[in-house]
């Protein structure tokens, strides 16, 4: 059929960019340049799940669309978790692998994961399901196979605001965008809506979501830049992150990620607390009065 074909096209684009990355090595700055401010900029987002990480120490974690040689489930590895890495393909993961960057990989397609119910604790997707040409039966899957939890990070979808506007066109200026809605790689951009996921929660009964919005800063220019100390590159991030910050609390501007966290059990008063410290926002969903 010519959609099972358009979408078999896409797995085959991803598992080709894999490849490439690993033979241009093309390492990601998490393990390259560590201290610099693109791993900076990863790092800000991969914190946002140390309270799990640190509340729950021995549960088994499963990164998704992890390929870029498998630097979630590094960063959770050296977080002290049980961490499994995947991607579409194991281009990049054997790399990785060899390097010691990770423990263990395997090889899923996040449209289809190949494991039992609820086979790990948490399941984690950052910034990889704008890659998915069909991100929702992704998402259902991943409920399937999380007994605890899933946690996605993503752009997320804003309101036609004059300044969202605006930031989209400097953004196609300094990073060289050819189109706001599709990446380099031919992946369609499909970004997060935080209101659409808590309705999938609220039909599948389940209880309760957290999430935060924040920002991010790219500019290629500095991104090579030390995080370390008083230098231009760090001065221009901080700017650019303050900036988009003020412009969000004062409603001109919508905040452009979303980390969500979908809890499939209830949250410990610990885990509740430290998350609210770092600025997550509880969403309570109702219990349907028709099913016992």
């Known amino acids: 059929m010519e959609g099972n074909k358009s979408i078999e096209t896409h797995y085959s684009y ?15 700055s998490t393990i390259s340049i560590p201290n610099s401010i693109d791993a900076w900029r990863h790092d800000r987002m991969r914190d946002l799940v140390l309270p799990i ?31 499994v890495a995947s991607s579409l393909s194991d281009e990049t993961l054997k790399v990785a692998l060899d390097e010691q960057f990770i423990k263990d990989y395997k090889i899923i397609n996040a449209e289809k994961i190949e494991e039992l119910d609820g086979a790990y604790d948490y399941l984690y997707c950052k910034e990889a399901f704008h890659h998915f040409p069909r991100p929702y039966v992704a998402l259902y899957e991943m409920l399937r196979v999380a007994s605890k ?12 605001r004059m300044l969202n506007v605006l930031k989209t066109g400097v953004k196609r200026v ?21 209101d659409e996921v808590i309705k999938i929660m609220t039909a599948l009964d389940m209880r309760l979501v ?17 995080r ?7 001065f221009i991030f901080e700017l650019g992150l303050g900036l988009q910050n003020l412009l969000c609390k004062i409603g001109l501007m919508d905040y452009g990620l979303a980390c969500v966290i979908l809890f499939k059990n209830s949250v410990d008063n610990g885990l509740r607390s430290n998350l609210k410290q770092r600025g997550f926002t509880f969403k309570e969903l109702p219990k349907n009065p028709y099913q016992q």
């Not at 669309?65 to 961490?83: I, P, R, T």
Request: hydrophobic share 30%; charged share 30%; aromatic share 12%.
């Open 14 to 28: 991803q598992a080709e960019y894999e490849r490439k990355m690993k033979l241009e090595n093309r390492l990601p």
């Open 53 to 83: 990480v640190e509340n729950d120490k021995g549960a088994t974690w499963l990164t998704l669309g992890d390929g870029m040689f498998g630097s979630d489930a590094h960063y959770l590895k050296q977080q002290g978790a049980n961490v």
């Open 149 to 160: 939890a899933v946690v996605l990070t993503e752009p997320q979808q804003n309101k036609a």
């Open 174 to 194: 300094w990073r060289k965008d050819i189109h706001d809605e599709y990446e380099i790689t031919g992946n369609y951009i499909y970004r997060l809506n935080v």
């Open 210 to 226: 957290a999430y935060k919005k924040f920002n991010d800063f790219y500019m290629p220019s500095i991104v090579k830049g030390s």
């Open 228 to 234: 370390k100390g008083l230098n231009r590159s760090k």
